[in-house]
């Protein structure tokens, strides 16, 4: 989970599920040293102590947003985990009882066959089932409104009312 609004909408139906199952939600967020967290490319460097501390917050920031102060109403636990989001969300889900629930986000158009999404990866290589949460329909909006802005485009309200 990266702390999106794609991941937390993904969190909220993990939760939503967890609750119907009677089981424990993960919230797991891979981290990577070099490139930010969870980037494909790594340093070998003495700063491991510092990406592991920052990714400890992003994951515990993201729970506060997607739940408050009061958590999920369902067991949690969290889990950080150095390595690349789509080898260490396969992994978390070990067991065919288990439901891996990622966010699908958007579609890429150019990058799509260059770098497939990790929702994509889960659905091929996970051994338990797979749940790709599709992104808010708000959060399309908001990024229409923010590519629009970005070309200086003309926003008519009325587009989104929709």
């Known amino acids: 989970m990266s702390g ?39 340093c ?4 491991f102590p510092e990406y592991r501390v920052a990714a400890a917050g992003q994951l515990r920031d993201a729970l506060v947003t997607a739940f408050g102060p009061g958590g999920p109403g369902v067991p949690l636990k969290a889990q950080i985990v150095r390595g690349t989001p789509r080898a260490v969300l396969v992994d978390a889900a070990r067991d065919a009882d288990d439901l891996l629930v990622v966010g699908a986000g958007r579609r890429r158009r150019l990058l799509g066959p ?8 889960c659905l091929a290589h996970a051994p ?30 009325r587009e989104l009312a929709g």
């Open 4 to 42: 999106g609004p794609g991941s937390l909408t993904a969190l909220h139906r993990a939760a939503d599920e967890a609750r119907l199952r009677g089981a424990v939600l993960w919230a797991v967020l891979a981290w990577q040293p070099g490139g930010g967290l969870g980037s494909r490319s790594s």
């Open 44 to 47: 070998a460097c003495d700063a």
């Open 114 to 121: 260059l770098w497939p999404s990790v929702a994509r990866h």
């Open 128 to 157: 338990c089932p797979v749940l790709a949460v599709p992104p808010n329909p708000l959060e399309a909006q908001l990024h229409t409104v923010r590519r629009r802005n970005a070309w200086r485009l003309r926003l008519d309200a």
